[in-house]
């Protein structure tokens, strides 16, 4: 298989030559090939003078093929490894196409393949040419009517998209399942399914007073952890509703659960296709982290149905117009139904460290990439977390009716066609009477943007200035010299009782400075005595911002901030200093001691009883090694890693006490619930746990046994577990032994005891990793298995992935050389955690670099490997 490497260029977009009216495909379902026959009708677009047509088509046996009846002898069509180019066309036409393709031998996991028993697909983003002949586009739209023929016996379930229209037996033990899907459509968002399933179902009365069918289907032996997944899809519904005034449209609403799944789930039209690590969910199965996810990810896949499915993308480039915003959406779902503030600093944290990671990274690009050699490497934290942030902009400009105005002329105007993320701007302004022309430089201008704030205070005129100025990313690529962009800053002063100041005649207590040019100012009157500033309140732009505070502001801020984010990021601010601070200490061999403020602002965040629990977890958890990479360059992994620990020591030292008095006071015998308050109490009382067990203290392991046996819920268990295997505290692997006899038959089970044991800080950490990959329950095969192993390991432990010998590249390279003949999608995902390297020490860089260049000199790499690999040369 000789894959052409070719780039594709947004500038390039060209609109079809021929438009699709309608499809209408059967499937024979054979246990070792499928028959796909398909007939559609093409009508010639208008626009364009061209009567050839370019059919995608890839992994595809021909058997025969005909126009208006005439059949077309094989021989006689230009057919290559892309497709097949008809000429001389008329203007309609009704294509008909017969071909065989082996959905067993599919471990690429795009197109039709088998999971476990039963057959499924994935199209987005272009699998639906590996399941026949056609234009593969999100632009083409058109009605399909499919019809499913298999073995009753071996496949009764038969799913498609739509409603269901007819169902019957035929001979031979068959029988057949006819779905209609009445929506317009683009090919990325077919689905069907064939197998053996049992299902859970239950019922939706929608706003209009329809009755919708809903059911999740899954492997039998699964079948009793779909409840919650139900009910988040019912609660997802009502919200749309509620919130976005989107109402469901077809009869029924189907979910199919697989273990073998290449990213989260996918929203295909009345049949959504999840990876069942985000359904399947149990008290004794899952942890709250785990129950939060189900809920977001079956609302984000409903969501779509309104926000991608019936406005979709004019072309791949415009991805964002429905994943960020589907996100956003997604955001604010689990904002209403969680916790407000801990969904935003989660979120935030999320995209500071790997989001911004990526912006520095060779594979920084806008969030409307301008070209690509491989889409499915664009779905991206980029397009899909800085999309949603993008999104969360025009809200915070316009606020909650304006954004609302926007959606309802961004329907009115383009539903059930396909269209571009400036289609989306022009809504939101044209809406709103706003000019958003500026705000479009957030899709074209890669790289996040630095500002840079500075305050001065005249105590004669009683007046406050803050002083902005933006500056370009370094990693910025764009053609164009880099332009000033329209940054929402939310802002607010507190006077030093921590009483917030009014800022304007209306007596706001925070107001949205709009950043617009290279350097603004904003003065405040009236102001009597230095305040602080709270700066970007609830992170209301994607930016990095440099200001000038004081060890003694950032604690300030930390006590006093009303605003939830930035008392967290004030916290952080203060833990990152210190960190920072003994990190330059141990590479001079010098010690640093740490100021006794910043225990004592840790303590009264520790110990205050009128915050989210949640918030408080969040406010003592120290930044990761990640989030504080980002920021640095020329990294010694080890080192910083000792930095983080002396501190971890410290922390124990000076407040054991009162870490060891709340987690007491937080460990109660209350029956298990995914209630926001009992999520936020054990995120608290676990996050005491680790610091008592990182002491080494016996009696605290002695504690985190008692947790283990005692719990009536996973969340209490896995945490255990972890800290005791992390340790390799006194009886941990008879845990381990345990939890694999437990629960082998269990993949999602055993993907975290798997993960647990990748992300040992110890020496011998990447022997184990090579032991766990030759047991049964590893497979290169299984995507879920390979970010268990090698995604904990390279990204979770690093440590041991950073080794100063490059062991831990080196290892990494192996793996993803052998998964590039099986997946190409999951080996271009793990060739991307080298993609940091310009952060680290040379003696490091030079090594990750070396295993770059090892991986782009092999022979027959994918698009997707080989697009990774030569940016990061380039
Ligand atoms: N649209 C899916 C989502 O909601 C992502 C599926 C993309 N899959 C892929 N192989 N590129 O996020
Ligand atoms: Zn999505």
New binding site residues.
Partial sequence: MTQTKKEIFRADYQPPNYWVRWVDLAFLVEQDHTLVSARILFKRNRAIMDNTLFLDGQHLSLQRLSIDGDEVAVDDLYLTDRGLLLHDLPDQFELRSEVKIYPAENTAL?GLYQSGEFFLT?C??E?FRRITYYPDRPDVLAPFTVTIVADKTRYPVLLSNGNRLAAGDLSHNRHYCKWVDPHPKPSYLFAMVAGDLAYIEDQFTTANNKQIQLRIFTEQRNIDACDYAMQSLKNAMRWDEERFNLVYDLDEYNIVVTDDF??????NKGLNIFNSKYVLAKQNTATDQDFIHVEAVIG??YF?NWT?NRITCRDWFQLSL??GL?VFRDQEFTSDQQSRAVKRIEDVRHLRSAQFAEDASPMSHPVRPDSYIE??NF?TLTV?EKGAEVVRMYHTLLGETGFQKGMDLYFKRHDGTAVSCDDFRHAMADANQMDLTQFGLWYSQNGTPVVTAESEYDADEACYRLRFEQHPPDSYRGKTAWQPMHIPIKLALYDDTGRPLKLNRQSDTHIVFELTQKQQSLEIENVSGRPTPSLLQGFSAPVRLKQKLTFEDWAFLAQHDQDAFNRWDAAQQLQQNIILAKYRALQDNETHKTPKLFFDSFRQLLLNEKLDKGLVALAITLPTLQSLIVNMDAVDVAVLHRAKEQLVDEINQHLQVEILSVYHQNHTDEPYQVSARQVAQRSLKNRCLWYLVQSGNKEFYHLCHQQHKNADNYTDTITALTLLAHRQAPGYEDLLADYYNQWQEHPLMINKWLSIQATIPAEDTLDRVRQLMELPVFSLKNPNAVRAVLGAFCAGNLTRFHAPDGCGYAFLADQVLALDTINP?IAARMVSLLNDFRQFHPDLRHQMLSQIKRIHAADKLSANVFEIVDRALQ
């Fill in positions: 795009e994935q987005e983003a699998g290449n990213m989260g789930a996918m929203e984000h896949e779509h991608g429905k994943e589907t889409i499915n779905y899909y999608q």
